[in-house]
T-cell receptor, first 115, second 112 residues
Framework: DAGVIQSPRHEVTEMGQEVTLRCKPISGHNSLFWYRQTMMRGLELLIY????????DSGMPEDRFSAKMPNASFSTLKIQPSEPRDSAVYFC?????????????FGPGTRLTVT | GENVEQHPSTLSVQEGDSAVIKCTYSDSASNYFPWYKQELGKGPQLIID?????GEKKDQRIAVTLNKTAKHFSLHITETQPEDSAVYFCAASQTGFQKLVFGTGTRLLVSP
């Protein structure tokens, strides 16, 4: 079975450029999470969706960040304009919100470097 | 909101030794505590979890204990092997909640 798929795996961009990270959740899962991982702040939840609807975006650091989930099999996290402090590994995870507890399955991550 | 603290941040052991990682949580309503293992270049993966209605759970060489009164839980790895080297995260959640609050992670290094 294919797990959570993220692309690209690595992204290097210059400050001020737009960056789009992509995620394909596990087929059949109805919840999707975006996390950011840094040495300083650890693993932070940015936003999560249930049935393609954003439920909690309180972790989104600022208006430069936006996330969409146009259908059950695709989500994007966009940063515009990007800044060096956005450099981190971004993870997407999915789960099946059926019987609790809901195990989250993580993708391999996208390592973003903003110069 | 919930806050999860994790110690130590790094842990070095010799192969065959035991390793213990400890976490404390702040919200007494939390009742689900998973542990994730993150290998280099990969995303975290669930290895074991415990609910507040039990005090201990084992799965081969790994075990988790929970002390609800003190609001702390621990991961125990016995007979460590080099392939146990990874970053381990604890987390906490509540019934029906989808959000997990993660600890800051422990880098475990098992030397042959």
């Amino acid at each position: 079975d294919a797990g959570v798929i993220q692309s690209p795996r690595h992204e290097v961009t210059e400050m001020g450029q737009e960056v789009t990270l992509r995620c394909k959740p596990i087929s059949g899962h109805n919840s999707l999470f975006w996390y950011r991982q840094t040495m300083m702040r650890g693993l932070e939840l940015l936003i999560y969706f249930n049935n393609n609807v954003p439920i909690d975006d309180s972790g989104m650091p600022e208006d430069r960040f936006s996330a969409k989930m146009p259908n059950a099999s695709f989500s994007t996290l966009k940063i515009q304009p990007s800044e060096p402090r956005d450099s981190a590994v971004y993870f997407c995870a999915s789960s099946l919100a059926g019987a609790w507890p809901y195990e989250q399955y993580f993708g391999p991550g996208t390592r973003l470097t903003v110069t | 909101g919930e806050n999860v603290e994790q110690h130590p941040s790094t842990l070095s052991v010799q192969e065959g030794d035991s390793a213990v990682i400890k976490c404390t949580y702040s919200d007494s309503a939390s009742n689900y505590f998973p542990w994730y293992k993150q290998e280099l270049g990969k995303g975290p993966q669930l290895i074991i979890d415990i609910r507040s209605n039990v005090g201990e759970k084992k799965d081969q060489r790994i075990a988790v204990t929970l002390n609800k009164t003190a609001k702390h839980f621990s991961l125990h790895i016995t007979e460590t092997q080099p392939e146990d080297s990874a970053v381990y995260f604890c987390a906490a959640s509540q019934t029906g909640f989808q959000k997990l609050v993660f600890g800051t992670g422990t880098r475990l290094l098992v030397s042959p």
